[in-house]
Nanobody, 126 residues
Framework: QVVESGGGLVQPGGSLRLSCAAS????????IGWFRQAPGKERERVSC?????????SYADSVKGRFTISRDNALTTVFLQMNSLESEDTAVYYC????????????????????WGQGTQVTVSS
């Protein structure tokens, strides 16, 4: 399973770092995606990091240059560093895992992610 943490209230232009802790999963064998869902909007994938030794990454256009995804050397936790936050980033953020040490994470459809966390609220407001 995966558990998100690190959400909160931040002013526009501020930063937050989200964590996705994978319990019982070796992230060498899983891609991890970060998703968000704002009220009245569909869930969208904002970033992902592939399994395997390479850990290739992918970002939605809306967050490129502002968000950075990474994973720890123990391959148990994935982070989403969010800088220059905007009000439009307000949403519940979820992480999810999809099994494959080979496929690039960007090739997974949302429904292929098997393990979903409960989400963490990020609110960007002055």
């Amino acid at each position: 399973q995966v558990v998100e943490s690190g959400g909160g209230l931040v002013q526009p232009g501020g930063s937050l770092r989200l964590s996705c802790a994978a319990s019982g999963l070796n992230l060498y064998y899983y891609s991890i995606g970060w998703f968000r869902q704002a009220p009245g909007k569909e869930r969208e994938r904002v970033s992902c990091i592939s399994g395997g030794s390479g850990g290739s990454t992918s970002y939605a256009d809306s967050v490129k240059g502002r968000f950075t995804i990474s994973r720890d050397n123990a391959l148990t936790t994935v982070f989403l560093q969010m800088n220059s936050l905007e009000s439009e980033d307000t949403a519940v953020y979820y992480c999810a895992a999809a099994r494959s040490p080979i496929r690039r994470c960007a090739t997974f459809q949302n429904e292929e992610y098997s393990y979903w966390g409960q989400g963490t609220q990020v609110t960007v407001s002055s």
